[in-house]
């Protein structure tokens, strides 16, 4: 359309032109002389051409404002269509429809996803769902699981790291994927897929349910003899498979102790999911000559797993009972009912047993030792001072004793006991003159949960240092930046210590010009620590600048280990981690021509160069124009520009009303991360009312004062050409013949510039 508008326009030009060159021609004056018919035939001749040139440039002048209008409005001839089509991506799973695994071997696996959609997905991240209660775990390794970016049709290799449990039967398992990116509109997305997993592991029990006794729960804080309680516990299948046929039995019941009151010694269940629960009491009562003292109750629980293979736990509870033999005493000390964990605690988990100690005589005992006894056996160890001594415990008076123990790694999944011993002076001195001093044992159970129990031939395998998480801050690192990265380092045995531990960085990737990509900053490649103890971690701070001439993708960081286990044996290994680098968007934009001055209602031209000088594409770039203006069609869409490409920004405003009025170049582009980058240019123009072209003086056609307006009949040739002259479409016509003059102008030097920089290029 404005290739038939400056055509319009010239044409307009050549006929004002025909409309002075007929004049100079018809009477003689372009070379001085008159030849040819009378004066009279001579102008009757002129007239009627310059009325007939006169008409033609109305109806070219009419059509010109017609298509400047049209242009004005935002109608027709539009050079670029604004409107993006964003397409959607989609990512799925493709290779391999199935992982084998075999036993309990862990092992890291390549899967490849790509982008099936029909538009790009940019910061893609993989992630793991997979319920606690499932037998696989799943893991990424390194950061393969991001990217930056999949365009339509790409692919992707992601490392996921799959771990069997030990009792992970033969089968299939599914594991899930959870997809999140953004779409080219910067819409996020959520998807999942499903990776299947066949493990072959003949040496696990296929079947496993585990059910478990615990919580127990007793009625009465004090007990003596005579008196009847209860005792409650919680029952939970604990495994991964239904059990049938559960029997609780209680056992160790005397007449002259414990025995039952009004109740059955056992409950059955016909059976119970993985995760189900049910409560079990027994109604119970003591002697009424029972003895002070620990009466332990033990509680088996029986039932078979879905194979039919019957299977049996044992629990003991100690129930402590304040009994006659005490009751003449002047001081008696006892103690209350033990407070002890319920439920299942876990390796290395502390946990706390309070037991109350009770001056039940009429006079104060002058010391009390309670000691704690957890077993030789290193089971269950002491987390704090295994004796503790009250001096003076008046009588009637109650103090509360705690001890602090943890479960080790040689504990198995079952009960234990702990003990206390408590001794008590009574004030009174024997036949040897010594103070006679009284002791009682009490004791409380404990669950501890050890699935990772190991026999003795795992214990002496190799101890190993492994990453065990590690951030980079930045996530994703821009070339020629420093970046923080925290490092935590694990010893993944669980008894034996490692020393004299050296590590140092290293990375197979180089850059163009042959050199390392990451390099510490203020700080050695290399450090030292002095030992890790047996599941200990170690966390590592260090900071690297990445070389500026880095590309833009994903890069693997060797960590060397050098280290020696407690007898000296010396081992080697390599840890690998991930950190993504972005190259840093460049975008530079020549001399902005915007004029400082403008008209109501009349089109104001801008156009600017733009090159990407950095070295990643930029990608979805937009170019708009925001202010006190009229810019429905000041949007330009370029999708993609390529490192070292360039390009012209050509598009015009309106203004709407006078006044300085002030508005924006916005440019909006994608890095190669997806990260958005706005890029801002303000300007300021001075708005001038026209005042309208069509409220013309009735002056204007007026000579100066006491001049006579020659009659009509009197003008002649000349008096017509003054009154064309003076017409307001003579007027408007000139001042579109200069703008399309300068127009002509500005776009011969703009094709020129052009061509220039074409051959720029192609040298």
Do not use: W
């Amino acid at each position: 359309m404005r290739k038939n508008l400056f055509g319009i326009i010239i044409t307009a030009i050549i006929c004002l032109t025909n409309v002075f060159s007929v004049y100079a021609t018809e009477t003689g004056t372009g070379n001085g002389t008159t030849t040819g018919p009378s004066y009279e035939e001579q102008l009757d001749s002129i007239n009627k051409k310059v009325d007939q040139s006169l008409s033609e440039y109305n109806e070219l002048y009419i059509s010109v404002l017609e298509r400047l209008n049209a242009l004005q409005n935002g109608g027709g001839g539009a050079d670029v269509d604004t409107s993006v089509k964003i397409e959607t991506p989609k990512i799925k799973v493709t290779a391999p429809a199935v992982i084998n695994l075999s036993g309990t071997t862990s092992r890291t696996n390549e899967i490849t996803v790509k982008n099936i959609g029909s538009g790009d997905a940019f910061n893609l991240l993989v992630q793991v769902q997979i319920p606690e209660t499932s037998q696989i775990v799943a893991y990424f390794p390194d950061n393969t699981n991001f990217t930056d970016s999949l365009r339509e049709g790409g692919t992707k290799k992601v490392n996921i790291r799959l771990e069997p449990n030990k009792n992970a039967a033969t089968g299939i398992y599914p594991i899930t994927l959870k997809y999140t990116y953004i779409d080219e509109d910067n819409k996020e997305i959520s998807d999942t897929d499903t990776v299947y997993v066949k493990l072959d592991n003949p040496d696990a029990e296929q079947l496993f349910a585990n059910v478990s006794l615990y919580q127990f729960n007793n009625t009465k804080t004090e007990i003596a003899a005579g008196d009847t309680f209860s005792v409650e516990a919680l029952l939970e299948n604990t495994g991964s498979e239904k059990a049938s046929d559960i029997q609780v039995l209680i056992e160790g019941l005397t007449a002259e102790g414990v025995y039952l009151e009004g109740s059955t010694g056992s409950h059955f269940f016909r059976e119970m999911t993985a995760g189900a629960k049910n409560s079990a009491g027994f109604n119970l009562k003591t002697a009424d000559k029972a003895k002070s003292g620990t009466y332990p109750l033990t509680f088996k629980v029986s039932f078979k797993n879905e194979k039919g293979e019957a299977k049996e736990n044992t629990y003991t509870y100690y129930a402590f009972v304040s009994g006659k033999d005490t009751s003449a005493d002047n001081v008696a000390v006892t103690s209350g009912q033990i407070s002890s964990p319920g439920g299942e605690i876990e390796v290395g988990e502390d946990f706390t047993v309070t037991i109350p100690i009770v001056n039940t005589g009429t006079e104060a005992s002058p010391s009390v030792k309670i000691t704690a006894n957890a077993g030789a056996d290193g089971f269950v160890v002491p987390k704090s001072s295994d004796t503790v001594v009250i001096n003076n415990l008046a009588a009637g008076e109650t103090q509360n004793v705690s001890f602090s123990f943890a479960g080790t790694s040689k504990a198995e999944t079952r009960n234990y006991a702990i003990g206390f011993t408590v001794e008590y002076e009574t004030g009174e001195a024997g036949a040897d003159g010594a103070n006679i001093t009284k002791r009682f044992s009490q004791y409380a159970g404990v669950n501890i949960n050890n699935p990772d129990a190991k026999d003795e031939d795992e214990k002496k395998s190799v101890p190993k240092i492994i990453i065990s998480r590690y951030s980079a801050d930045p996530i994703v690192v821009g070339a020629g930046q420093n970046f923080d990265l925290s490092i935590t380092f694990l010893n993944t045995h669980a008894e034996r210590t490692i020393k004299n531990v050296k590590a140092y960085f290293t990375s197979q990737d180089e850059t163009e010009k042959k050199g390392t990509v990451f390099t510490p900053v203020d700080a050695s490649n290399t450090f030292y620590i002095d030992e890790i103890a047996p599941k200990a971690e170690v966390d590592k701070n260090i900071t690297f600048y990445t070389v500026p001439d880095a590309a833009p993708r994903n890069y693997n960081v060797s960590v060397n280990f050098e280290y020696e286990d407690e007898d000296g044996t010396e081992y080697k290994t390599v840890e690998q981690f991930g950190v993504n680098v972005k190259q840093i968007t460049k975008l530079d934009t020549g001399d902005i021509n915007i004029p400082e001055e403008g008209f109501v209602g009349q089109p104001i031209s801008v156009y600017f160069d733009f090159f990407n000088t950095g070295k990643v594409t930029l990608s979805n770039l937009l170019i708009k124009m925001e202010g006190e203006f009229d810019m429905s069609t000041t949007s330009s869409y370029y999708s993609n520009l390529a490192p070292g490409a360039s390009d012209m920004y050509d598009m015009s405003f309106t203004p709407i009303e006078a006044g300085t009025k002030t508005g924006s170049i916005v440019i909006t582009y994608e890095d190669d991360a997806g990260e958005q980058i706005e890029v801002r240019r303000d300007f300021t123009v001075n708005v001038m009312d026209t005042g309208g072209f069509g409220a013309m003086d009735p002056g204007m056609g007026m000579g100066m004062p006491g001049e006579m307006e020659m009659l009509p009949e009197e003008k002649g040739i000349f008096g017509k050409i003054l009154d064309f002259i003076k017409n307001p479409i003579f007027i408007v016509s000139a001042s579109v013949a200069v703008v399309v003059i300068v127009l002509i102008i500005v776009f011969s030097v703009r094709r020129a510039r052009r061509k220039r920089r074409e051959l720029e290029l192609d040298e």
